[in-house]
Each structure stands twice: as structure tokens, then as C-alpha cells.
């Protein structure tokens, strides 16, 4: 999976929106494929326009868990933003999820000035799909 610097990185080289949106399906074209089992309505996100799945892989850690996702979609642009969002926080455990402020990063690339309002909300409830994973797993831990 592409590092959310190597994501920054490009997205500073590319200045014409058309090419980041060509970078942002090709991101999506990386995920690690999701068996179609995991296309269940308990990893499906809610709020999305369109279809997208999450799902939650829990590594114990001998402290705090490790929260990994595998992700997946019916369109290429947000098949790229899962992967977006999955750079940022698959792997992670569940207090650096809840530090993470994904909507700064969204609005750095700007997300917010070229997705349609659909669009945006769907990151967003892909965000809060992770961070309620995250909550859930602290209060599960203590």
C-alpha cells in the first residue's frame, strides 16, 4: 500500500486536477482485493453514494490493537479515496486513529473545493466508520 507522504508527494507534482484524479483511480487500482464475501451490509458504509466496504482486521499487540482495513468500492474514483483513507489509517492503533484529523489532509489535497458534496460526505463517513472502530476497540481494551 502507497504511504500517505508518498500520497502528499505526488499530489504536490500533479497540478492539474485531471491528472490527480487519473493518480487518485490509479490509488485504487493498489488495494489489496477484498473477497466478495466481505461485500457484507456489516462492512458496508453507510453514507456513501456509492456502494463501499470496510473491513476490520484486529492485530493484538500486546498493548493496544492494531486496527487493519481492506476496503473496496463499485466506483473507480472512490475505490482511489479508500485507498486514500486506508493509507492514513490502516495499521494504526486505535488512539493514533482517533489523533489522526483526516479532514486537514483532505482539505490539503483539495478535496473539499474538487468533490462533490456526495463525494466529500462519503470520506467523511468512511472516517467515521474508523474512527467508531477505534472507540470501540479502546473501550473493548480497557
Known sequence: MTSIDDIRENFELLDDW????????????TL???PEAEHS???KVQGCVSQVW????????GGAPILRYRGDSDAHIVRGLVAIVLALYSGRTPQQILETDA???FNEFGFRDHLTPQRSNGLRSMVERIKTDARE???EAS
Open 54 to 61: 470496510l473491513q476490520k482486521l484486529v492485530e493484538p499487540d
Open 18 to 29: 485531471d491528472d490527480r484524479y487519473r493518480y487518485v483511480i490509479e490509488l485504487g487500482r
Open 103 to 105: 479532514i486537514s489532509v
Open 137 to 139: 476497540a479502546l473501550a
Open 41 to 43: 451490509a456489516e462492512n
Open 32 to 34: 489489496e482485493p477484498m
